[in-house]
């Protein structure tokens, strides 16, 4: 049973969350040859005050 975790710095759509989901799955089942309602997608949404690159929080930018 695949299980992916994508971490995102802010927030996205219910739409563009639906798109990542199926999109995600529809490859790992390609490539995996295993069933797409045993693959679990995880969408985290990450503040951006929490959130750094170079040292640097990403509200900063």
Known sequence: ?????????????????EKISAEVTRVIAEITGKKPERHYIVIEEIERENWAVGGELLDKK
Request: net charge positive.
């Open 1 to 17: 049973m695949p299980y992916v975790n994508i971490k995102l710095a802010g927030s996205i759509t219910r739409e563009q969350k």
